[in-house]
């Protein structure tokens, strides 16, 4: 009955017919691509560091006015929290399916900063970072010293100067992260025995540096001209206030001797420039390397993604210092590109197979028409029902297409 409505009406049908196959056509540009669909809830991560301080120390000084305030932020379904003997603090709040991940962060964030007027003074000077997380992984990237004379530390800290800010602007980039030997620091190795013979505290050692390494304004000499000042000029001065080097840190005095000599960080410590952590190394085929992982946005398209990355990457490897390189490690959109190319070669096989078995047992080139114009249809079209339930294109709707296309292939033949 439902069939023989549109085989009296053939014009109705093939205009029908012609504006499924444009709809399909439209949306399938603005369909997103993934490797796999957004089942997983959205997530924002909140990360500090207290210096020198325990897990337990760090869990209640820190995670306790963090949580507290973080607790009840608009959908949020629940929140997981980590403290580590090395003073490292993290809090992964889960939100519900479907919630902007964008605005739930600046939630998050809104409530850290209420939070930071509880926190202890380091964790503040170090800084509370608040991010969202993606699942999708579209890329590794890895950089690498082909001669070894750049080490894991200075390709990390290259990539995150000179390389995340670049990645991020690429359209559809989530979020760049970058893992190898951490951060640039000034290492401060104490001597104990000088210190003791000195009667010097880690603390007094401490306060010095804290005291003698701040930003500071400077001023200025004269006053503004006016029209009953006799000053021509006015002179602004500069200050040194951060220190950057070795031996600006090694001319930190510590305190004054009795004699007038002044006793200095450099009489009692080795200082030097490092990482921040050597619990970490990162090496690929016995090379320094620093891996850098590219997190796909939500509801982009990771082949537009994977081609930007790579075309940006390329632009920027050519101010690489010498002897750099970099390597796409893996690459997640090379199990779509295959899964496009199993359906496309799915879909011409068994549309071959029904027109010779058709043409076979019928013989009849108008029976063969039939289903070259309705398979087409029918899965050009689905293109379309998939933007409207927002789905995307990824590993498992390209397999419901390959079985889709059996379906069809049935349909047809009956």
């Excluded at 509880?118 to 579209?138: A, C, D, F, H, R």
């Excluded at 000499?221 to 006799?230: E, L, R, T």
């Excluded at 490690?329 to 190319?341: E, K, Q, R």
Aim: proline share 5%; charged share 15%.
């Amino acid at each position: 009955m439902f069939s023989k409505f549109f085989i009296n009406r053939p014009i109705f049908a093939t205009v029908l017919a012609l504006l499924i196959v444009v709809a399909g056509l439209v949306t399938l540009n603005i369909l997103p691509v993934a490797q796999f669909p957004e089942i997983t809830p959205p997530t924002v991560q909140v990360s500090a560091v207290y210096p020198g301080a325990n897990a337990e120390t760090v869990a209640q000084t820190v995670g306790i006015p963090v949580e507290q305030q973080v607790n009840g932020v608009d959908g949020m379904l629940y929140m997981s929290s980590n403290s580590s003997s090395s003073g490292a603090y993290s809090l992964t709040i889960t939100f519900a399916v479907g919630t902007d991940i964008d605005m739930a962060t600046v939630q998050v964030q809104n409530r850290v900063s209420i939070a930071q007027s509880s926190l202890p003074e380091p964790v503040v000077v170090q800084g509370v970072t608040v991010q969202k997380q993606s699942s999708n992984i579209v890329m590794f990237l890895t950089m690498t010293s082909q001669d070894s004379v750049y080490n894991s530390l200075y390709l990390t800290n290259y990539a995150k100067l000179n390389l995340v800010d670049q990645l991020t602007r690429v359209p559809g980039v989530g979020a760049v992260n970058v893992m190898g030997a951490g951060d640039y620091s000034m290492r401060i190795w104490l001597d104990p025995e000088a210190m003791r013979i000195r009667n010097i505290s880690p603390q007094q050692v401490y306060q010095s540096i804290q005291s003698q390494n701040v930003e500071v304004s400077a001023g200025y000499i004269g006053q503004p001209i006016g029209q009953d000042n006799n000053n021509a000029f006015q002179y602004t001065l500069n200050v040194q206030g951060r220190l950057k080097s070795p031996e600006q840190f090694g001319n930190i005095i510590i305190r004054r001797e009795q004699d007038g000599a002044m006793l200095r960080l450099k009489d009692i410590a080795r200082i030097d420039l490092g990482s921040a952590s050597y619990s970490v190394v990162s090496r690929l085929n016995g090379k320094p390397t620093a891996a850098i992982a590219i997190y796909q946005q939500p509801g982009s398209n990771s082949l537009d993604v994977s081609k930007g990355v790579k075309a940006k990457m390329e632009e920027l490897a050519e101010s690489f210092p010498s002897g750099v390189a970099y390597n796409v490690t893996l690459d997640t959109t090379d199990v779509i590109h295959a899964s496009i190319d199993e359906v496309m070669v799915t879909f011409f096989e068994t549309t071959l197979l029904v027109i010779l078995v058709i043409f076979l047992f019928l013989q009849n080139w108008r029976a063969v028409i039939i289903p070259c114009i309705t398979i087409p249809v029918s899965l050009i079209g689905t293109f379309a029902v998939m933007a409207a339930f927002g789905f995307s294109i990824n590993t498992l709707t390209l397999f419901g297409l390959i079985l889709a296309v059996a379906i069809v292939v049935d349909d047809a033949i009956v």
